[in-house]
């Protein structure tokens, strides 16, 4: 009897236990359950307030407003270049102008990295970005690569008598004097990538000669990376030195200016986007960051508005647009030099040559 009353009590507290354990799981799946409602309802929450922008272009406006319409601040825009970003960045204090750095030869955000003027920027989509265009610690990411080489204007060249040039060394010939159009690279993030992979392609000596041979050539340098193919369309100069991409293509319909890749290799820097630190908006920007690396769509989009397909190749997997150029053609480059090397470079390249910059 003893026995059976034992087992009796076994039985209704294994009932008990197991009802007890059920109501358990029901109160840990109702709590998944709100969990992964209010995750949703974070995930689709609009944030306010303005984002302001610091890009080299305004074309990018359809990309913006697709932003503003999905996340929701609306957007202004602030042209400036990357060098002029950085240095009034630090004339200033590190109190940024903007919120977003979208744009501009990646050197400048690694100095302004080292610099702390940047916001630390984690989301789970930056791993499926290429190592090599995004920085490790998150702090600035790439969207895409700005490749360089020539543009040149048919009808000088014909008219002067000048032969076409075909790689970086022909521009050295003398009978180019004054006939080469570069911007400065002080100021151009593109042509400081030029003056890097060089350097780096040639060596130290051999590269500063090649630069002080250059500069005989070179009518004087720019302010903005867009000169050297407008004015060589404007007939201004014959030969251009400028970053390669689609909207060369209208200027060719337009005049007889022809694009050259040059045979000895072509630069190329990745373009980069971040969050500034001490920003007014700084919530604003972060999620620009995250929305646009975690869609593809926006990719395809930029890649789209920019008229260039190299944008795809920091996420190697996205497929859609084909290069129309072969990476081979690339100059190998070592990328953690440009923003470690941008003083002392641009310190030399003042002093080697002088003020010839735009009238």
């Known amino acids: 009897m003893k026995k059976k009353i034992i087992a009796l009590l076994l039985m209704v507290t294994m009932v008990f236990s197991l009802a007890a354990c059920g109501k358990k799981e029901e109160v840990k799946e109702d709590t998944k359950t709100e969990e992964t409602d209010s995750q949703k309802e974070a995930a689709t929450e609009k944030l306010e307030g ?9 074309e990018y406006q359809p990309l913006f407003d697709k932003y503003t319409e999905e996340v929701g601040p609306k957007v202004e825009f602030i042209s400036m270049s990357s060098g002029e970003v950085l240095s ?4 200033e204090g590190g109190t ?7 744009g501009g030869g990646i050197d400048a955000f690694m100095d302004a990295k080292a610099n702390d003027l940047l ?11 290429a190592p090599e265009y995004k920085d490790s610690d998150n702090y600035y990411f790439s969207k895409g ?14 008219e002067k008598g000048l032969e076409e040039p075909k790689s970086w060394d022909d521009l050295t010939d003398p009978q180019y004097k004054g006939e080469i159009l570069m911007s ?18 040639k060596g130290e000596e051999a590269g500063w000669k090649y630069f002080e041979d250059l500069n005989e050539n070179v009518a004087y340098y720019s302010k903005r990376g867009s000169d050297p193919s407008t004015k060589v369309a404007a007939g201004e100069v014959a030969i251009g030195i400028t970053y390669l991409d689609g909207t060369l293509d209208e200027l060719e319909e337009s005049a007889n200016v022809k694009v050259i890749y040059p045979s000895d290799g072509m630069p190329y820097v990745p373009e980069g986007v971040a969050a500034f630190a001490n920003a007014d908006n700084t919530k604003a920007a ?9 869609d593809d769509e926006n990719q395809v989009m930029l890649a789209g508005i920019d008229k260039k397909n190299t944008t795809l190749l920091v996420k190697p997997e996205l497929k859609g647009l084909e290069l129309d150029f072969d990476q081979a053609q690339l100059m190998k480059e070592d990328l953690s030099l440009f ?11 003042e002093t080697l040559m002088g003020d010839k910059g735009e009238e």
């Open 88 to 91: 009034k960045l630090k004339a």
């Open 339 to 349: 923003g470690s090397q941008r003083d002392t470079i641009l310190e030399k390249w």
């Open 119 to 129: 916001e630390q920027v984690d989301f789970a989509a930056s791993k499926d970005l």
């Open 96 to 102: 940024p102008a903007a919120d977003l750095w979208f």
């Open 184 to 201: 400065n690279p002080a100021i151009s993030g593109t042509n400081y990538a030029v003056v890097n992979a060089l350097l780096q392609e």
């Open 50 to 58: 303005t984002l302001k922008v610091v890009t080299t272009s305004e």
């Open 145 to 158: 690569l700005t490749v360089v080489g020539f543009i040149v204007n048919e009808d000088i060249l014909k």
């Open 286 to 294: 972060k999620a620009f960051i995250e929305w646009f690396f975690s």
